[in-house]
């Protein structure tokens, strides 16, 4: 049973689209779906063992911690150019595609997929709006087969002005032209919980903003509308004159932020990669509460 969109919703190929949307396209010879579900290391949940169960027909399983790159020791890291080329091409993904990654929360972890293509010059890609939980409270198709891949070359541009290291995201906080933006819960942007990877600091990065994630999302897991948005990021006393850098525990939800900007116009921004995961670890790094 399918239900209808939002009269003010708009889909965008490059941002977000719908359900309605991904289901006209489906069968698309140039359409890539990935399945980008991501879990907190303490969810006990196997995302990969939940996307062979059942997944949207066609769709290729996006392994946000094995796509990173592995010689950092934080967690998930974006990929170094030559292997995220390497894991396309094997998955069948390539240039003149459109990709739409979803993810078994709503909007959760593919904002981080998505953000990965951007930063490798990819523009044609967006989030499923719900996700699939969306997908099949609709009573969509969902299948256990693997799909059929063929190799695709793929070209990449890294787009370096998308991903702030920790040097400038302390220069950006000490000078303050830059909006710092936290998608971390506010128990855990204000220090009063414990970070839920062990041996870091609670807190946040000094006059850094507060925007959990989930506050930009509608109770049935799709993104709130532009207006609604700005509403948010206005209310967090978010200037969006500035460029906005965003942040979160390691990487992923900072995504969802960075969606959510480009879904109002705001497209001065940039992720944070090591996030708090590299923030936190520092005592050399100041630490703010409250």
Known sequence: MTSPQSAAFTDDPRTLVSTDWLAAHLRDPDLRVLDASWFMPNSDRDARAEYEAGHIPGARFFDIDEISDQRSELPHMAPPVEKFISRMRAMGVGDGHQV??????????APRVWWTFRLMGKLDVAVLDGGLPKWRAEGREIEDMPPIVRDRHITVSRQAGLVKDVTQVAHASKLGLSEIVDARSAPRFRGEEEEPRPGLRSGHIPGSKSVPFDTLVNADGTMKDASALKAVFDAAGVDLAKPVITSCGSGVTAAVLALALERIG????????????????????KVAKG
């Open 100 to 109: 739409v990654v979803y993810d078994s929360t709503g909007i959760f972890s």
């Open 266 to 285: 705001h497209r001065n921004w940039a992720l944070y990669d090591g996030s708090w995961a590299e923030w936190g670890m520092y005592d050399d790094l």
